[in-house]
């Protein structure tokens, strides 16, 4: 048997794994932005207003963080927070510095990718959405 056969049943479960860590560290970056915790220190966060950029970025991670992280709706919420990091990234990085390394916009281009990814991907086997199409089954 080949490595990439022996591999491939796990590709479902690994795919689950990776949104629910992208969807936690998603979901901390907005909780960040929305309730102040965890606090980054040297890192003030303003008081949360849902008008402004940061505070419209923080409910969309937060609220997106939740969904992927428990695979409910995950294509929708997937492609907002793809699109929404890449928002992020050539409004608050690009603008820097063409390189990713120097304008510290690696996290938001790997999470704008994870994203997009999982809008085409799924959710993987272990998932609300994945456990809601086998009861309709």
């Avoid at 591999?7 to 998603?26: C, D, M, Q």
């Avoid at 695979?71 to 699109?83: K, P």
């Avoid at 304008?103 to 799924?122: D, E, K, Q, T, Y």
Wanted: glycine share 10%; charged share 10%; aromatic share 14%.
């Amino acid at each position: 048997m080949s490595l990439a056969a022996s591999l491939s049943p796990w590709a479902p479960r690994t795919l689950s794994l990776l949104r629910v860590i992208a969807g936690l560290v998603f979901f901390v970056a907005g909780s960040m932005k929305v309730f102040g915790y965890p606090e980054m220190p040297g890192y003030p966060m303003p008081p949360f207003d849902p008008t402004s950029l940061v505070g419209a970025a923080g409910l969309i991670e937060t609220i997106g963080g939740i969904l992927i992280t428990l695979g409910l709706f995950t294509r929708c919420a997937a492609f907002i927070c793809s699109g929404q990091m890449a928002f992020a990234y050539f409004i608050g990085h690009a603008a820097q510095s063409f390189w990713p390394n120097v304008n510290n916009g690696i996290p938001a281009l790997l999470l704008c990718f994870i994203f997009f990814h999982l809008v085409f991907a799924g959710p993987g086997s272990f998932s609300v959405d994945a456990l809601l199409a086998r009861r309709r089954a």
